[in-house]
């Protein structure tokens, strides 16, 4: 029998020794490819055209508004455009509006300043002050998350509103920014990308776009009626007990009902 050179033999040794090679700790799987989906509309309600959407919140039962620029906390309903109920705050630039089930909270845009609400009709209960913007705002899980035009999502304490954490939003591993009004609900929290007809589902863990949704068909329904260049896709609530979803625009005479539906047709 042929015996292979000691040398051979001694490099067989040693490769058949040496440790399996492992990948990275830090190399993570890659990111799942995001759902696409569309808005189907189930009914269409008025909207007042002259609300500068930046929140749309369920609440005790009720859905209340925030709109911006000579803004105001409001009541509304799917009955009528007007509303039934409003505080004016012509002073700061209201944003994103959140209810834990007991209190509303309402950002400003650069104002730092979060208004804390209670009781019914709503009075303000008092302000807190916080560094930066805020674009939406939403309430998961004992948590305020927060939205400020850049890829990062921040959780606040409700009592203090200090941050507890932050998660950036990617899209198959590229950062989201510009997200705008925001939902939270149990399988993700809904974000309305500024400027755009979509809506990102995001992972509160990871800040994974879980799915993008394309509600240009509703930005179609309102064309011929808005006439601003702000006038864009803004304002998304779930309501409480039925799941059911609503979206709406800054400026815009409708308010509709949806569900969505997927996959989404490739063009």
């Given amino acids: 029998m042929r015996r292979l050179p000691w040398s051979l033999s001694l490099s067989l040794l040693c490769l058949a020794c040496a440790p399996t090679q492992r990948q990275t700790p ?15 509309v189930v009914h269409t309600y008025p909207h007042d055209p002259t609300a500068f959407t930046q929140g749309l919140q369920f609440h005790q039962g009720q859905l209340y508004e925030s709109t911006g620029e000579k803004g105001d906390l409001r009541r509304i ?19 994103g509006l ?30 807190v002050a916080y560094a930066g913007e805020g674009w939406g705002l939403c309430y998961w899980r004992g948590q305020l998350v927060r939205s400020d035009g850049t890829s990062t999502l921040r959780f606040h304490d409700p009592k203090d509103f200090h941050v507890k954490s932050q998660v950036q939003v990617t899209l198959q591993g590229v950062p989201q920014e510009m997200l705008n009004e925001l939902e939270c609900a149990e ?21 994974r776009v879980l799915a993008v949704i394309d509600a240009s068909a509703l930005a179609q329904a309102v ?3 808005v006439h601003s260049y702000e006038a864009v896709l803004n ?21 509709f009902e ?4 997927g996959p989404a047709a490739t063009p």
Avoid: M
């Fill in 26 to 40: 830090d190399a993570g799987a890659p990111e799942a490819t995001p759902q696409r989906l569309t808005v189907n």
């Fill in 77 to 95: 309903s799917l009955e009528q455009a007007a509303p039934l109920w409003k505080e004016s705050l012509p002073d700061v630039f209201p944003e």
């Fill in 98 to 127: 959140a209810s834990d089930g007991e209190r509303l909270y309402q950002l400003t845009w650069q104002d730092e300043t979060l208004y804390v609400w209670n009781g019914t009709p709503p009075a303000r209960e008092k302000q």
């Fill in 187 to 207: 399988d993700g929290v809904y974000a309305n990308v500024w400027h755009s007809n979509t809506i990102l589902k995001i992972d509160y863990a990871t800040g």
């Fill in 223 to 225: 064309r011929g009626r």
């Fill in 235 to 255: 304002g998304i609530a779930l309501e409480p007990g039925t799941g059911r979803l609503f979206l709406t625009g800054k400026l815009w005479p409708d308010l």
């Fill in 258 to 261: 949806v569900t969505l539906v």
